[in-house]
């Protein structure tokens, strides 16, 4: 009881000073800015078709990132988001496909696989005090070959089932309200939204998780068992690559084993541009959820108003530098 009122009276400040409401209004401007001008630019770009294309194109990166808040907000980082999220999906489509078990178990086979990727890996940080970028990096290449070898470095397809591929790009609002065809991949993802900031905001894995990115050695002497959420939080972190892994594989109606490598890089962009610290300590859902939309609407603009590949990734590797930056100046006011 007593460590627990350290954590909540003397470590950690409250929730809403942590995340900063000024820094999320920012963020939030910023996206409305970017649809503003590329909507005076294109006429294509503000369209139902395209702004649905947007939202599903955020989905994935965007689960993704929501993992990836969890593991920041303590000043670590994971490397293997992508790579596990390709690794869920192969060993999704081995159940399905390959031992023939019914689909809901392929599908808790999968996120299950992503949480045990994610509890080793914090094993590796908590237990034996690798490094996060080490352990993470390990994690990735492991994962990544695991992926090959199983699926023989071959795609996995989910043609016999056909309800697989409706779990992203069905549409239950559509059978509710006739043409209003809003993929599942889009509700999945604000679902997903909605339930980590619950975890984040209101209980006691977020309150220790603010704890060990604030202060980390006064949470340890406070009695908390510090070894022991950090590996709740990179197991968590899995659960989410396992989703993005079931939602990507139904997108594609395939498990793509060479899938995967990057993604970390753009989940871990969209949180820091959503505001939340690389030194731990401070970030928010709400700020992800902005930051993968930025990312989204930033490279949908692009394309449609026809700037070249290569220049998009240099645009974008911009923005996340000036995030960065944003984030140290308000860090040295303070």
């Not at 890089?265 to 939340?276: D, H, S």
Request: net charge positive; hydrophobic share 55%; charged share 10%.
């Amino acid at each position: 009881m007593m460590s627990t009122w350290l954590v909540r009276k003397k470590i950690v400040p409250t929730i809403s000073g942590q995340t900063g409401a000024a820094q999320k209004l920012l963020a939030f401007a910023s996206l409305i800015m970017l649809v503003i001008i590329f909507s005076v630019s294109s006429s294509n770009f503000f369209q139902f078709n395209n702004i649905v294309a947007i939202m599903l194109s955020t989905a994935v990166i965007g689960v993704l990132a929501l993992g990836s808040t969890f593991v920041i907000i303590t000043s670590g980082i994971d490397l293997a988001v992508g790579t596990v999220m390709t690794f869920s999906s192969v060993m999704a489509g081995v159940i399905i496909t390959t031992w023939h078990l019914p689909m809901p178990l392929g599908i808790i086979g999968g996120i299950a696989t992503g949480a045990i990727c994610g509890l080793i890996s914090g094993l590796l940080v908590a237990k034996m005090k690798i490094p996060p970028f080490i352990a993470t990096l390990a994690m990735m290449m492991v994962t990544k070959g695991l992926s090959l070898v199983i699926s023989g470095t071959k795609p996995i397809y989910f043609n016999d089932t056909p309800a697989f591929s409706q779990i992203s790009m069905g549409s239950i609002l559509n059978s509710i309200i006739p043409g209003f065809e809003i993929p599942n991949a889009i509700l999945v993802f604000f679902g997903a939204a909605i339930i980590a900031s619950i975890i984040l905001s209101r209980t006691i894995i977020g309150r220790y998780n603010f704890a060990l990115g604030s202060n980390e050695e006064s949470t340890r002497l406070s009695g908390v068992n510090v070894d022991y959420w950090k590996i709740v939080i990179y197991s968590l972190t899995g659960v989410f690559s396992g989703i993005a892994g079931i939602m990507m594989a139904s997108r594609l109606n395939s498990a793509q084993p060479a899938l995967g490598s990057g993604y970390e890089l753009e989940a871990i962009a969209a949180v820091v541009i959503g505001g939340t610290s690389l030194s731990g300590g401070k970030g928010s859902i709400l700020g992800t959820v902005i930051g993968a939309l930025i990312m989204s609407v930033l490279t949908n603009g692009l394309r449609i108003l026809s700037v070249k590949q290569e220049w998009q990734t240099v645009i974008v590797g911009v923005v996340v530098v000036l995030a960065v930056y944003a984030d140290m100046m308000r860090r040295r006011k303070k």
